[in-house]
């Protein structure tokens, strides 16, 4: 396994993706502000078009490619509060793809301000068969512009 990751959030040049959301009430504590769990699957759904858009889908990369990509570590920072109906910049970037892995950071705006509310990292790991970690193929790099 590669060394661990630190909550940095690789910024360079234009985004490899990125979306306008309007947060919903479901995306909400009870205090009105957005609940801690709630990036995640906005973040899910923005990575999962962006490696659509390259022709991987996870449902298919084992048949196809021999590996599945799997989430190995997530990390969140709350920087400023959000709540229902505000519009949030989704940005995601493609910010490493090592050994066995890939790593995207994401940076969340709030829209009306261009206020920073949170940044975020995901990373995913190439696993074959039995489970194991190993090497992103060469043709998953291709795909990602590696």
């Given at each position: 396994m590669e060394g661990s990751e630190q909550m940095t959030v690789s910024r360079e040049?234009?985004?490899s993706a990125s979306r306008r959301?309007?947060?919903?009430y479901a995306d909400t504590d009870a205090a009105g502000i957005i609940y801690y769990a709630a990036w995640f699957p906005w973040m899910e759904r923005l990575s999962t078009e962006w490696f659509h858009?390259?022709?991987l889908r996870f449902d298919r990369m084992s048949a196809e490619f021999g590996v599945t990509m799997v989430t190995r570590a997530t990390s969140c920072e709350y920087l400023e509060p959000v709540g229902a109906y505000d519009e949030v910049d989704l940005a995601m970037w493609l910010?490493?793809?090592g050994e066995r892995s890939v790593r995207l950071t994401f940076e969340m705006t709030r829209?009306?301000?261009g206020c920073v509310v949170g940044r975020s990292a995901?990373?995913?790991v190439a696993v074959d068969a039995s489970g194991?970690?190993?090497r992103v193929p060469d043709v998953i790099r291709e795909l990602l512009g590696a």
């Open positions: 040049g234009k985004p959301i309007r947060l919903g858009d390259r022709g910010a490493r793809v829209a009306t301000d995901l990373t995913l194991r970690a190993t």
